[in-house]
């Protein structure tokens, strides 16, 4: 599903070249479910963005689902995020001023998908992270935990084969952070999703079927977790 072969991204701040990623070599299968920690800075986040599109190497190539991101134009790139991968933040980055439905549609308006059939892509959505009784509520209106599942569902209503997830519960208590690995894992079990999990908990790393280590731009190790 996802082949990294030598991705370099350096970054240039005055004369100092800083290397983001340094070198990757990396396979992740179908329906693998991977972990990825590592103190802050150690290129987890960028490795993300790079797989998903939303940002790119410095040289290298990435192969994703037999696609060349590597050489991809940026309208293919907005085709490649829009159809095939699911991105989950940390932050939940929802509208303030929409519900949830509206919240978990956004994706579809881009998609140019007609507003009833939207409509229902986003419901059923909601319904799947279990939310269905609280379409119509604003993100003020919901805990924390249920805030990352309208951002789950908003990720899964193209129906991607690819979940990213960049600390999905950095910001929750323990309850709510445990609700959202079990919702993750279930994902990835049950729909054959790919998922690759960014994370300062190691708790939540152990869900994984293999958890990557990182430090300054390299993977250091990789661990079985199955």
């Known amino acids: 599903m996802i082949k990294l072969q030598d991705v370099w991204r350096l970054y240039h701040m005055g004369e100092e070249t800083i290397n983001a990623l340094a070198g990757i070599n990396l396979e992740i299968s179908q329906g693998e479910f991977v ?7 150690s290129g987890k986040s960028t490795l ?23 050489k991809a134009s940026d309208s293919e790139l907005s085709s490649y995020r829009n159809k095939k991968v699911g991105f989950v933040f940390q932050t939940f980055n929802l509208q303030p001023t929409y519900n949830a439905l509206e919240n978990v549609a956004l994706p579809l308006v881009f998609a140019r998908v007609p ?3 939207r409509n229902q892509m ?3 959505a909601l319904e799947t992270v279990g939310l269905g009784d609280r379409v119509r ?3 003020s209106e919901l805990s924390g935990g249920e805030r990352q599942r309208v951002g789950i569902a908003r990720a899964l209503v193209n129906n991607p084969k690819i979940l990213l997830a960049d600390e999905p519960t950095g910001n929750l208590d323990s309850k709510a952070r445990e609700r959202i690995m079990e919702l ?9 999703l790919t998922l690759l999990l960014v994370t300062h908990d190691l708790e939540s790393a152990s869900s994984a079927d ?5 430090r300054d731009g390299e993977i ?7």
Do not use: Q, Y
């Open 48 to 70: 993300l963005n790079i797989i998903g599109g939303l940002d790119s190497p410095t040289k290298g190539d990435i192969i994703v689902d037999g696609e060349d991101l590597s």
């Open 210 to 214: 293999r958890m990557l280590h990182m």
């Open 122 to 124: 986003a419901k059923e």
């Open 35 to 41: 972990s990825i920690v590592g103190p802050s800075g």
């Open 115 to 117: 507003l009833g059939k």
């Open 184 to 192: 993750l894992t279930e994902l990835n079990k049950e729909r054959g």
């Open 220 to 226: 250091t190790e990789s661990v079985d977790r199955k």
């Open 137 to 139: 509520h604003k993100p």
